[in-house]
């Protein structure tokens, strides 16, 4: 296990199912997060908001939302009449996420895999840097979970951690991040949202190390 998942998932955040598990130290999350970024967090996030077309009026599902960063700025671009809801199943980051979001960006707790949530009741998912921490088994629910809840036409947009090609880069990973981030099997993220049922518009690369598609529900 990397460093950074000792000291974020706490002592039993941690998985042994080859996902990252939960993220348990909120605090601790927000502050590397936006230090990872460099700076540029926000930059980067309203680039994914923008990229997910997020429209005013839509209402909008954040799955695996951490402490709420990317549903909050997507609360932005819903406005007026929008609203989003993030749903992550550890307690602490839900518990921060909603003493820091403005009203019309809610959370639940819950996993990918058992959204509470109506069918066809979602104009836009998104999702960011949490594939690779839902256990890979419950990978296709969540995403069969996910298509449930848009309704046709809906849109989907997921991006997360793309391993540095770079050997060194990718064992520094594997030493601060872990193995789920090292080996994070980026290259099947298109695989398992077509097999949910969607059809993927289009994918990308977008720095510093993420990778993301789009997909529309039928
Ligand atoms: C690295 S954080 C990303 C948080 C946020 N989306 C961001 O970009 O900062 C990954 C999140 O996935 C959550 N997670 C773990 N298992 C999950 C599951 N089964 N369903 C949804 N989220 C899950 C973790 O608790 C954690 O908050």
């Known amino acids: ?117 109506h069918d066809a009741s979602i104009d836009l998912v998104i999702s960011s840097l949490a594939v690779h921490h839902i256990p890979p088994e419950l990978r296709a629910t969540a995403l069969r979970e996910a298509f449930r809840v848009l309704r046709p036409g809906g849109r989907l947009f997921i991006a997360d951690f793309r391993p540095p090609r770079s050997r060194i880069a990718n064992r520094l990973v594997g030493m601060l991040s872990g193995h789920a981030m090292q080996h994070n099997p980026i290259h099947e993220l298109a695989g398992l949202i077509s097999g949910a049922g969607f059809e993927i518009t289009g994918s990308g690369d977008r720095r510093p190390l993420l990778h993301y598609v789009h997909a529309t529900r039928p």
Do not use: W
């Open 1 to 117: 296990m990397g460093l950074g998942r000792k000291l974020l998932g706490g002592p039993d955040g941690h998985a042994d199912d080859g996902s990252g598990g939960l993220i348990r130290r909120a605090r601790l999350y927000e502050f590397f997060s936006a230090v990872g970024f460099g700076g540029f967090r926000r930059r980067v996030f309203d680039g994914l908001v923008a990229l997910a077309g997020a429209q005013p009026g839509d209402e909008v599902l954040d799955i695996g939302c951490g402490t709420g960063y990317f549903s909050r700025r997507a609360a932005r671009a819903v406005l007026p009449g929008g609203r989003v809801v993030g749903i992550d199943p550890s307690p602490p980051v839900i518990d921060y996420a909603r003493r820091v979001a403005p009203l019309h960006c809610t959370f639940r707790l819950a996993g990918a895999e058992a959204l509470p949530l």
